[in-house]
């Protein structure tokens, strides 16, 4: 057979490959929103915790943090914002874990779909859970007084780019979810590694207004970053507020981006190696 006609077969091999690792990825998501609409609990908890921050936030600590030449309430929404996501990403850990505890994957295993499918539909259902929490913080954002200060399509780059982060925090999710194979010990590490990652960053004070050693974490957190280009996107960066001196304060939708491909680039392969491993046991 030649080349030229062995070019087409190729193609059509990859396009089928491909056509059914998504209808595979695409069942195993639709798995887990038909689970999430038969245990409401989760969507109620799930809007309930961004309604709560946001007027914990806003009506007890706007009193008492001033931010010079705004409020705080436009200072403090884009951590709220970034707090949620990067926590509502902790669901896919503690999923795996509870599937891996149930027996769940060793029925997947039986059947004729990619390994990656099932992180594939874990880490989308987590997507689609950030999402809706974004539409209600920003409708209880909007009631409190914030307000968006750019153009509707920096507005749509900034929830984008934190949904973004939290999808890739996702698949690390995944992979510790699949190490620690206990639901309890996945949301005590997401907790211990997360909490301090939010709160010691820009996310709800000035990170110049922390002690040095703290405000060197702050300012090369990851986490600071997603805030502060969150902040410039929707147009609540107070004024006269000062040039930040790292890079990653300067350059933040940059230095997000690039953290998201490298998150992705490492865990994706690591989480579908160690699916492999757990499935085959």
């Known amino acids: 057979m030649s080349t030229a006609q062995a070019q087409p077969g190729v193609f059509v091999g990859v396009g089928s490959a491909f056509a059914h690792w998504f209808s595979d990825?695409?069942?195993?998501?639709?798995r887990n929103l038909i689970k999430i609409k038969r245990v409401p609990d989760i969507?109620?908890?799930?809007t309930l915790q961004p309604i709560m921050f946001v007027l914990l936030f806003t009506y007890i600590y706007s009193?008492?943090?001033?931010?010079?030449?705004?409020s705080y309430t436009e200072f403090i929404m884009a951590g709220i914002f970034a707090q949620t996501v990067v926590f509502g990403s902790t669901y896919s850990g503690s999923a795996m874990a509870q599937d891996l505890k149930d027996g769940i994957?060793?029925?997947?295993?039986t059947l004729p779909m990619s390994p990656s499918a099932v992180l594939v539909g874990r880490t989308n259902g987590d997507l689609m859970i950030n999402g809706i929490s974004m539409v209600v913080m920003i409708g209880t954002g909007l009631i409190v007084?914030?307000?968006?200060?750019?153009?509707?399509?920096?507005?749509?780059a900034a929830v984008a780019l934190l949904l973004l982060f939290a999808y890739a925090l996702s698949w690390v999710m995944a992979?510790?979810?699949?190490?620690?194979r206990s639901p309890e010990v996945i949301n005590n590490v997401a907790f211990?590694?997360?909490?301090?990652?939010?709160f010691i960053s820009n996310a709800f004070v000035p990170s110049e207004t922390l002690p040095i050693p703290l405000r060197i974490f702050a300012e090369l957190n990851p986490v600071s970053a997603l805030v502060q280009a969150a902040r410039e996107l929707f147009g609540n960066v107070p004024p006269g507020t000062p040039v930040p001196d790292t890079w990653t304060g300067q350059y933040?939708?940059?230095?997000?981006?690039?953290?998201?491909?490298?998150?992705?680039?490492?865990?994706?392969?690591?989480?579908?190696?160690?699916?492999?491993?757990?499935?085959?046991?």
């Open 252 to 281: 933040p939708v940059l230095t997000v981006l690039i953290g998201i491909v490298v998150t992705l680039a490492i865990f994706v392969p690591l989480a579908i190696r160690k699916f492999d491993r757990v499935s085959s046991r």
């Open 63 to 70: 009193g008492v943090i001033q931010i010079p030449g705004s």
């Open 105 to 109: 994957i060793d029925r997947f295993r």
């Open 145 to 156: 007084g914030w307000r968006v200060h750019t153009s509707f399509l920096s507005a749509l």
């Open 192 to 198: 211990l590694v997360l909490f301090p990652l939010t």
């Open 175 to 180: 992979f510790l979810g699949m190490l620690v």
């Open 25 to 30: 990825g695409w069942i195993t998501t639709r």
């Open 43 to 46: 969507i109620v908890f799930t």
